[in-house]
């Protein structure tokens, strides 16, 4: 059986690969954007040379508002001590409820660790937002559903 700080650093470092993998992903978009900027100015004129264009702006803009926001999700997670321990729910606790089990640090959706499933989640989140500062034993609703807080590591 491994232990629960172990389990901790391995849902970290999932969460850590998820970022950069999503980091990569909108970076060589962008890269291939410039690219098709690029060639896009040697080749045609006129109108249809313009919509293109626009439309690779777009693109752009819509990428770089990607990176900022992925740029965000590696400072939250930068934030995060799993060494630390509370009595209650705070960034970078696991929470095991009667429903599910959560990492509280990001959203990374469903991470596996040996046979366990843990759902990774911001504090912003609905959810997350119910788990903050909640104590084991303490419970609430979500989705029409009583969940209780079993054991916060």
């Known amino acids: 059986m491994m232990k629960k700080n172990e389990l901790k650093q391995l849902l970290f470092d999932k969460c850590s690969d ?3 993998t999503r980091l990569s992903i909108i970076q060589s978009s962008i890269e291939e954007i410039q690219e098709s900027l690029s060639s896009e100015t040697k ?20 990428a770089g508002q990607q990176l900022a926001e992925i740029e965000s999700v590696k400072n939250a ?4 001590n799993i060494e630390k321990t509370t009595e209650t729910v705070i960034l970078g606790s696991l929470v095991y409820t ?14 596996t660790v040996d046979t366990e499933t843990f759902y990774a989640i911001s504090p912003q989140t609905p959810i997350g937002q119910l788990l903050f500062g909640k104590r ?15 054991e916060i590591v």
């Open 136 to 150: 084991v034993g303490e419970s609430f609703v979500f989705r029409e559903q009583v969940i209780v807080v079993e």
């Open 43 to 62: 080749s045609s004129a006129g109108d249809k040379h313009e919509t293109g264009r626009a439309m690779l702006q777009l693109e752009r803009e819509k």
């Open 77 to 80: 997670l930068a934030q995060i």
């Open 18 to 20: 998820y970022v950069e």
């Open 98 to 111: 009667s429903q599910f089990n959560y990492f509280i640090a990001i959203s990374a959706g469903l991470l």
